[in-house]
Structure formats: C-alpha cells, structure tokens
C-alpha cells in the first residue's frame, strides 16, 4: 500500500458498523473472524496550529548582523506576509512563496522559492541576504507597538530582521 497521505483514510465508527454488518451478511463470515481481518487505521499526525499574531503584512524596517545594522539599499521594499502556515512577499526584486511554522515564540522557516528577476546587484546582494535571514530564523517577538522581530541564525552570521505592520490602506 502507498504511504503517501493521499491514500490514507479514516472511516468513523458510525460508518464502520453498518458497512462491517453489510459483508458479514452478505459473505457469511462471522464477526469476530471479520473485525480481526481489518487492519487497523491509525490516527493521521495533529498539525500544530499557526500562529496568529504573526498574521498579516510586514515592512522590513531594518536588518542587524551580528554587531552592526546593515545599511538598506533604497530601492525595493522588502516584505512578508503570514497566512495560515505560508510565508510570501518580495526581497526587492522578486517575490517568494514558502512555508512556516510555529511553536511558542519560536519560528521556522522552510524553504523559500522565488521568481528569476534580475535586478542592480546591489539590490540582488540585499535580496539574498534578507531571504537567507528569513531562512534562518529561530524566534520572533511581538511589541505593542505593532513591530515584529525575528532573531535568525545562518551558517555565516546571526542578526535581527525588524518589521513594521503594514496596514492596508483605502482607495479613497
């Protein structure tokens, strides 16, 4: 039988019963013989939820590598945005899609994908560095000012990502 979860199934006892008394009728085997033929279905892994406070649209204010903060390049507004358990936004130059979850304070980042743009190499250099931050983090913390830290740590450096909320605004 396939692993994958999209062979996986569960079927509730209140479906189970009447199924199981429809084959015993039918083929004549007793029950006891029957309900030791099935197998035994186990319960798929509970997700842990996502958490909520990090929902929403962010503005990088700014970035700090361990000691110093490190000078934004003007051009391009780099952003992320948490729904449910997908992180997406832009790096600058191009825009990223990925996953993340949660546990406490603590935050992980999978994996991030984004478009092929070419954009002036300093920007590209930015880019890099803010998606390998992302990449990399370990925690965040929430003020009540609506700003959002991330602490992250890669294989080459360790520093802060510093978001504002971003709030949507009116078209009027």
């Known amino acids: 039988m396939n692993d994958s979860p ?3 199934c569960r079927f509730s006892q209140h479906l189970t019963r009447p ?3 429809l084959i015993v009728g039918l083929s004549g085997i007793s029950v006891a013989n029957m309900a030791s033929a099935l197998p035994v279905l186990e319960q798929p ?12 649209n962010w503005r990088l204010a700014n970035m700090t590598e361990d000691p110093t903060p490190t000078p934004m390049v003007p051009a391009g507004e780099l952003t992320v945005e948490f729904a449910g358990d997908r992180i997406s936004g832009s790096g ?16 992980q980042v999978g994996p991030l994908a984004s478009t092929f743009k070419a954009c002036e190499q300093s920007i590209m250099d930015q880019e890099t560095r803010y998606l390998t931050a992302l990449q990399g983090a370990q925690r965040y913390e929430l003020d009540d000012q609506g700003q959002l830290t991330i602490f992250y740590q890669t294989e080459q450096t360790s520093g802060v990502l510093r978001f504002t909320n971003q709030t949507v605004r009116g078209m009027w």
């Open 45 to 56: 892994p509970l997700l842990m939820a996502q958490s909520t406070a990090l929902a929403g």
């Open 6 to 8: 999209l062979f996986h």
């Open 19 to 21: 199924i199981l008394a």
């Open 92 to 107: 600058g130059c191009n825009r990223f899609t990925g996953s993340f979850n949660t546990e406490g304070n603590q935050l």
